[in-house]
C-alpha cells in the first residue's frame, strides 16, 4: 500500500469510536462503509497514476492528487459534486511527455491551456511586443537555454556570423521565412539579424514546432507565427501573417517544401514579383521550382540548396541514419533486431535509413524507380522489390521518395496486423492518409504523433506523425548537422541579395561550387582536421586554383 493510501486510510477510522451496544450492532454497516470509500480512493490513486504516464507535469498530477486528500480536521467525505478549481501549471515535463516533444525536454501545460487556441491569445513580451502568434510566452526563459545547447555543436554558424556580422552583407535583406521553428533555426534566424537582415519566420510542419524556442524569439522581439500541434488553417494563417503587415514589403524568401513560395505566387503576385530571389532546401519545394521555370512562371531567381553536396549528403544521410533510430524508438519502443523494414527510395536519405536499421540487425528491403538507386542498393547487399511483394510481411515501412501515394490505401489494406508506417521524405502527401479518414476504420489516438487504424476485422495499423515528417514530429536532429545546412542557407541568401543585375536570371540555380567548399572548411575545425595544400606545380598540373573549387560542377561525391 503507498504512502498516500496509508494516511487515507488512517484517516477514514472513525473519529469518536463509541462502545456502546448500539455502536456494536452497526459496525459491520460501517466497515461496509469505509470499504467502499477506500475502493473509491485507491481508484483515485490509480486514475492519477495513468494520467502521470500520459505525460502530465508533476504540478498537473500534485493538483489532481489534492483533490483527494482531506483535512484532518475535516469530516470525511466523498461527496462528488464538490467543485474543484483546475489550476494551470508549468513545469518542466519529467515523463512520456519528453519522447513526445521536438526536444529532449519540454516545457508542458495544463490541458485547458492546450485547449485554447493560440490565435485566441492576446501576448506580450517584456517590452510590450507582441507581433507574433505562438503557445506561450512564459516559456521563454526555457526556450533561451535551448538554443544556447544548440549553438554549442553549431560552431560554424556562429563563425559566420562573427566573420560576417561587421559587413552586414544582409543590410536591407526582408526575409520571409517558412522552415521547421527548431533551436536550432533559432540560431539562423539570429545570425542573418546579425548580419542586417529583417525577418518573419512561420513553421513548414504543424508538428514539428518547439513551442519554447518560439516563444525565445518572440521574446527577443522576433515576429513568429508557429505553435506544435496546428490545424490546417492556423497553418495558412501564419503564412498570411509573414507576408502581410504594416509597412512590411518582403524581398527575400527562404522556404522549406514551397508553401510559402506558391502562396505569394498566388495571392500576392506583385509583392513576388518584385522580390531578389527565393532559397529553397527541400526536394519537394525544389521540384515545384522547377516546374514553375519549365512553364515560365518564375518571374525571380531561385537558389536550390537540397543538391548542394553539403546539404544532400549530411543532412539528408547523415542525419537521417542518426534521426531515425530516435523517431521510432520514440514512439513505438520497438526492437529492430530481426524485424524486416521495408524502405521506398534508396536516395541519399533512403542510403542512410537502410544504413542504421541494418546495423542494428533488420532485414532490410528497398524499392525503387530508378536503376542506378537500385543498383547501388543491390551492391550493398540489399534486395530491391515491388511493394506488393513484401507488403504483407512487412514489419515497418518508411517512405523517402518525395513522391506522392508511394504506399496507398490497397497497400495499407494487406499489410499485417502490428505493421508501423512512417514518412522520412520531406512531403506528407507519401502516405495516402486521407483514404484512411472513412467511416470503415476507427482511428485510436495512442500517444502524441502515434495513431492506431484500425481495420473492421480488428487489425490495426500503427501510424506515426499522421504520415508527416518522422525526425522533425517524433525526435530531434544533430545540431552539428543543422550547422552546415543552415551554413548553405545564409550563403545562398547573401549571394541572391548582393548578386549584381543579371547575373542571376528566371530560374533555378545550384550553390556554387565554392560555397559548398566554404561551408565544408568551417566545420573542419570542430575535428582538429587540417586540409593538405597543393603546390603551384601541382595546380597547375590539375588545372585548378589552389583555393579552389576542387571539383567540377558534374562531380559526384
Known amino acids: 500500500m503507498s504512502t498516500m493510501e496509508e494516511q487515507h486510510s488512517m484517516e477514514l477510522r472513525p473519529l469518536s469510536p463509541r462502545c456502546d451496544v448500539a455502536a456494536k450492532a452497526n459496525d459491520q454497516h460501517v466497515s461496509q462503509e469505509l470499504e467502499e470509500k477506500r475502493r473509491q480512493l485507491r481508484r483515485q490513486i ?26 484532518s480536521t475535516e469530516q470525511i467525505s466523498f461527496v462528488e459534486d464538490k467543485k474543484v478549481r483546475k489550476k494551470r501549471s508549468m513545469s518542466r515535463s519529467v515523463s512520456a511527455s519528453s519522447a513526445d516533444s521536438f526536444s529532449s525536454a519540454s516545457y508542458s501545460s495544463s490541458e485547458d491551456e492546450d485547449d485554447v487556441s493560440p490565435r485566441e491569445k492576446s501576448q506580450s513580451n517584456s517590452k510590450g511586443f507582441s ?47 517558412c522552415t521547421h521553428i527548431s533551436a536550432q533555426s533559432a540560431v539562423l534566424i539570429e545570425t542573418l539579424t546579425a548580419l542586417g537582415a529583417k525577418v ?59 508553401d510559402l513560395t506558391h502562396s505569394i505566387i498566388k495571392k500576392y503576385p506583385t509583392i513576388f514579383r518584385g522580390m531578389k530571389g527565393i532559397v529553397e532546401e527541400s526536394v519537394t519545394g525544389v521540384h515545384r521550382l522547377y516546374q514553375l521555370a519549365k512553364t515560365a512562371k518564375l518571374s525571380i531567381p531561385a537558389m536550390n540548396v537540397n543538391d548542394s553536396v553539403t546539404k544532400q549528403k549530411f543532412d539528408n544521410l547523415y542525419s537521417c541514419r542518426e534521426s531515425i533510430l530516435d523517431g521510432l524508438k520514440r514512439t513505438t519502443d520497438i526492437m529492430f533486431g530481426g524485424k524486416q523494414v521495408v524502405v521506398c527510395g534508396y536516395g541519399e536519405v533512403g542510403k542512410g535509413v537502410c544504413s542504421a536499421l541494418r546495423g542494428l540487425g533488420s532485414v532490410v528491403y528497398v524499392t525503387e524507380i530508378d536503376p542506378i538507386c537500385a543498383l547501388q542498393a543491390c551492391m550493398d547487399g540489399i534486395r530491391v522489390v515491388r511493394l506488393n511483394e513484401v507488403v504483407r510481411s512487412g ?37 495516402d492518409v486521407a483514404s484512411l479518414k472513412t467511416n470503415d476504420l476507427t482511428w485510436e489516438k495512442v500517444r502524441s504523433q502515434v495513431d492506431h487504424i484500425i481495420w473492421p476485422d480488428g487489425k490495426r495499423v500503427v501510424l506515426l506523425a499522421e504520415g508527416r515528417l518522422l525526425n522533425l514530429s517524433c525526435s530531434t536532429v544533430p545540431s552539428f548537422v543543422l550547422s552546415i545546412t543552415h551554413c548553405t542557407q545564409a550563403l545562398a541568401l547573401i549571394e541572391l541579395f548582393n548578386a549584381p543585375e543579371g547575373r542571376y536570371k528566371q530560374d533555378v540555380y545550384l550553390l556554387p561550387k565554392k560555397m559548398d567548399e566554404y561551408v565544408a572548411s568551417l566545420h573542419l575545425a570542430t575535428f582538429d582536421a587540417h ?25 559526384r561525391y
Open 200 to 258: 518573419r519566420w512561420c513553421a513548414c510542419n504543424i508538428y514539428s514546432t518547439q513551442n519554447e524556442v518560439a516563444a525565445a524569439l518572440a521574446e527577443a522581439g522576433y515576429s513568429v507565427f508557429a505553435w506544435k500541434g496546428e490545424e490546417e488553417e492556423d497553418f495558412w494563417w501564419c503564412i498570411e501573417k509573414c507576408i502581410t503587415s504594416d509597412g512590411w514589403h518582403p524581398n527575400m524568401i527562404l522556404d522549406d517544401g514551397g
Open 531 to 555: 586540409l593538405t595544400e597543393l603546390s603551384d606545380d601541382q595546380a597547375k598540373y590539375l588545372g585548378l586554383n589552389k583555393s579552389g573549387p576542387f571539383k567540377p560542377n558534374y562531380y
Open 131 to 177: 507581433d507574433f502568434c505562438i503557445r506561450n510566452i512564459k516559456h521563454a526563459d526555457f526556450g533561451r537555454r535551448e538554443i544556447e545547447i544548440a549553438e554549442q555543436e553549431m560552431p560554424a554558424l556562429t563563425d559566420l556570423r562573427r566573420r560576417a556580422q561587421a559587413d552586414k552583407p544582409l543590410s536591407g535583406a526582408k526575409i520571409v521565412g
Open 395 to 431: 514489419d515497418v515501412f518508411i517512405t523517402c521518395t518525395g513522391n506522392k501515394n508511394v504506399i496507398s490505401r490497397e497497400s495499407l489494406d494487406r499489410m499485417k496486423s502490428g505493421a508501423i508506417v512512417c514518412n522520412m521524405g520531406h512531403s506528407n502527401t507519401e502516405i
Open 46 to 71: 490509480s486514475k492519477n497514476r495513468r494520467l502521470f504516464s500520459r505525460g502530465l507535469s508533476v504540478s498537473r498530477l500534485d493538483s489532481i492528487e489534492s483533490t483527494a486528500s482531506v483535512d
